[in-house]
């Protein structure tokens, strides 16, 4: 007779036996990555380059003003969004892991005492007593035979909602550098335009005290005072917006780095410094396949894939096993002793019969599924495809507009000069000056719009290229080790 630690032992290693057997490959599709639908090359720039690829380029490196990268270290480690991204990580970290734990078979151990008092009515012998048992068992309750694959392909597609959630972080760090660079520099460009409405104020009203002097003195008429005085009140409107504009900037900050607006991330004149690396002309568009939110539709496509072959297993017979083996006595000073092992051996099989097409609409939602992710995974690649192509069309305009604003600037002040002589000279009237003012405030104000514009496009481009994580840092890591083999 055998012992009952050596039954436990062979009927658990037949129940390990029978787990590596049923490990048979998945009924799903084979993966195919569908084709880009979007020319080979970008066509606003199809010179190649040697250049880093922007994805390469970490935000320290690309952002290289202080203020600004205070501002964005503060928002990676306080914005809700990101870390909602983070959570959803270990939310779908979590679910993979039931997944997997589903694939192999749980052993569990477990000890019972019971007793019961017989009355003599219902005793075999005629007499009251009571009756005890206890019992140690170790067992593996309805456990799957995984013979289709059905809970393999449950695990592999768990396994690619926890990989494209680590994309969605990604994804969503990205945009969170590039909305913080963006708030930032509006916030810079909207002081400077302040700037100049103050320092047009100063000026306007200064003028304006210089026409109402001569106007007392009789050399100015009263609709030249008028004039005056409208240029003053158009100065004062202008600093009022500007500095509501300011201040909502201030506030759009702080709400995306998640703490109060500090002083120390005052921005300075960051629109001439260059505060912004440059990024490599020539692509091909097959960089769009790294970008995160592009991986990220990649990974739930292959999810639904992965579904795929758990609808077709659910046509076939199911199987699972329940085993124990242990010990049970009446006495439990005789609980291990000999002759008291117990075991039990409990294998089911179900199979689908009359379901009222259950299964089949089972299988037609996994293949829309599919379908559906096929189609968000090209409408992602088209959307990341015109990002870069408009910023790139934007790229040599934006260098061209701002030229000539520059000219621009420097012919208004020339014509502002020139019309204050005129006037002084008793040649023209004030509208001229007026009009030469108005000229030179409107294009000064001009060139600091083309200046954000041009920095906020390579901003925008940076980002459609998938720059925005540091380079070399945990931040820029995805999931390794055997999650990362085994997806690929």
Not at 100 to 128: C, F, K, M, W, Y
Request: with cysteine; net charge negative; aromatic share 6%.
């Amino acid at each position: 007779m055998c012992k009952p630690t050596s039954r436990r032992a062979n009927l658990l290693l037949a129940a390990l036996s029978v787990a590596v057997l049923s490990a048979c490959a998945s009924m799903a599709p084979d993966y195919q990555r569908p084709a880009l639908p979007v020319p080979d090359r970008f066509a606003a720039d199809a010179a190649a380059t040697t250049a880093r690829p922007a994805r390469e380029i970490g935000w320290r490196g690309f952002f290289t003003d202080p203020q600004l990268r205070e501002v964005i270290d503060a928002a990676l480690g306080n914005n809700r969004d990101l870390r909602i991204a983070v959570l959803n990580i270990e939310r779908a970290r979590g679910l993979y892991g039931i997944r997997e734990a589903d694939v192999l078979p749980t052993i569990s151990a477990g000890a019972s005492g019971t007793a019961q008092h017989i009355p003599e009515t219902l005793s075999v012998n005629d007499r009251a007593g009571v009756s005890r048992q206890y019992s140690v068992a170790l067992g593996v309750s309805a456990y799957e035979l995984d013979l289709f694959g059905r809970v393999r392909s449950l695990r592999d597609a768990a396994l690619q909602e926890y990989l494209a959630s680590e994309d969605a972080r990604r994804a969503t760090q990205i945009g969170l550098v590039a909305e913080v660079a963006r708030a930032y520099l509006q916030l810079a460009a909207d002081q400077r335009r302040l700037e100049l409405a103050q320092a047009t104020l100063v000026s306007q009203r200064s003028s304006y005290e210089l026409i109402r002097r001569r106007f007392e003195l009789g050399v100015s008429s009263d609709l030249d005072l008028r004039q005056a005085q409208t240029t003053v009140d158009a100065a004062r409107a202008d600093v009022a917006r500007f500095t509501g504009f300011v201040t909502a900037d201030r506030n759009a900050l702080a709400l995306l780095a998640g703490i109060p607006m500090r002083e120390a991330w005052q921005p300075g004149d960051v629109l001439v410094a260059p505060t912004l690396a440059e990024l490599p002309a020539g692509l091909p568009s097959d960089v769009l396949l790294r970008r995160p939110d592009v991986v990220q539709a990649e990974r739930q496509l292959q999810a639904a894939n992965a579904n795929i072959g758990a609808a077709r297993a659910a046509f076939y017979p199911r199987i699972s096993l329940t085993a124990s083996a242990g010990t049970a006595s009446a006495s439990l000073s005789e609980l291990f002793s000999g002759g008291s092992g117990t075991w039990a051996f409990i294998p089911q099989i179900s199979l689908p019969i009359f379901d009222h097409g259950r299964n089949r609409s089972g299988l037609q939602v996994a293949e829309a599924e599919r379908d559906i992710g096929v189609a968000e995974y090209e409408q992602a690649i088209q959307v990341a495809f015109r990002e870069v192509s408009d910023a790139l069309g934007f790229r040599t305009t934006l260098a061209d507009q701002l030229q000539a604003q520059t000219d621009l600037v420097g012919a208004s002040e020339q014509v502002h000069r020139l019309s204050e002589a005129r006037y002084e000279s008793g040649v023209d009237d004030y509208l001229g000056v007026l009009d030469a003012q108005r000229a030179l405030y409107a294009a000064r104000q001009g060139r600091i719009a083309a200046e954000l514009e041009q920095q906020l496009n390579l901003v925008t481009l940076y980002r459609a290229l998938g720059g925005g994580l540091d380079a070399g840092t945990p931040e820029q890591a995805t999931v390794v080790g055997a999650l990362g083999r085994e997806a690929r």
